[in-house]
């Protein structure tokens, strides 16, 4: 029988090594341990600072003053060996026992900070993810993710938060390609707009980096032209409503942003970026006929943007 600590989550007995809950598939917490606490030094399980044996294994253990107990007794337990710490560690300080490094988190369930290991932390990573667009979903998309969530659980047990991330986005990239070419329909390319932006943020989470900068340049032209909400003029005027009014156009600096930092991951020259810029609108948005030409909208992006210069690029050759 290996060391048994408690789940501070659902309560269930499990392994000292063990990294998740085997019975509520929670992440493990290592408790910090007090003065009035002494680590096994064979086992490394937390025992009273009045024990003698260690309960788990025998072992004696230094049951000298207290005072000398509140100086040599660690406050804190590496996730990955369980080896007592002299301090509080930085995140992402490597283990003076194991050399493996230790991260410093919180998760959105326990706002504590917490001692976890690397895998530990990319899961609590996912979980403040999940948490964030949560927040973005209307209360059908809501319902629709936890009914997805409880079908896993009854499933597997446990909940996947890579998983649930992945359900996540194709509850919001279902919703935008519905509400889409309603927006349109309705006049309302305003919202249209937004649609588009949240696909373009969702290519850059997803890792597709190619497509999400083209669908930032796309939204780059798109907030050049000025989309309008008026659906009661697209209703009045059909068709001669434009939708559309470049003196309303502006570029919105988080858009600028993300765009150049996928233009640096690229490391393009403004060739580059000039021939995505023209391929893809052409071929994505010209049946909208935006009334800023596309000649006109690149002479507007162009200044904004930081490109690799000629000598850069040829460099790295």
């Not at 390609?177 to 349109?184: D, K, R, V």
């Not at 997803?206 to 909400?229: H, M, R």
């Amino acid at each position: 029988m290996g060391v048994k600590m408690q789940c501070i989550h659902c309560g269930a007995n499990v392994a000292g090594t063990a990294k998740f809950c085997q019975n509520c598939g929670k992440i493990v917490l290592r408790a910090s341990v007090s003065s009035t606490q002494n680590i096994c030094p064979s086992c490394r399980l937390i025992n009273s600072a009045a024990a003698k044996f260690c309960k788990n294994c025998g072992t004696p253990l230094d049951t000298q003053s207290a005072s000398l107990a509140e100086v040599s007794t660690p406050s804190y337990v590496c996730p990955n060996c369980g080896a007592g710490l002299q301090k509080e560690p930085r995140s992402k300080t490597p283990c003076p026992s194991c050399k493996k490094l230790i991260y410093v988190r919180s998760s959105p369930a326990h706002r504590k900070k917490m001692l976890v290991t690397q895998e530990q932390a990319d899961e609590i990573k996912e979980q403040w993810a999940i948490y964030n667009e949560i927040k973005m979903l209307n209360d059908a998309e809501k319902e629709q993710y936890w009914k997805i969530r409880a079908k896993m659980v009854g499933r597997d047990g446990k909940e996947s938060p890579q998983k649930l991330h992945a359900a996540l986005h194709d509850i919001r990239r279902s919703s935008y390609n519905e509400l889409a070419p309603q927006y349109i329909k309705e006049g309302n390319f305003g919202l249209w707009r937004n649609t588009r932006s949240g696909i373009a943020q969702l290519l850059k989470e997803e890792g597709k980096f190619t497509d999400a900068l083209e669908a930032f340049v796309e939204l780059c032209y798109i907030d050049l032209n000025g989309p309008q909400n008026n659906a009661p003029l697209r209703a009045r005027l059909g068709k001669k409503f434009q939708g559309f009014d470049p003196r309303d156009g502006s570029l919105a600096p988080a858009i600028i942003s993300r765009t150049n930092e996928l233009v640096k991951q690229f490391a393009l020259t403004e060739h580059d970026v000039k021939t995505i810029f023209f391929t893809h609108n052409q071929k994505r948005i010209s049946g909208l006929k935006l009334p800023l030409s596309l000649n006109e909208a690149w002479l507007k992006l162009e200044p904004k943007l930081a490109f690799e210069t000629k000598t850069q690029a040829a460099s790295k050759k």
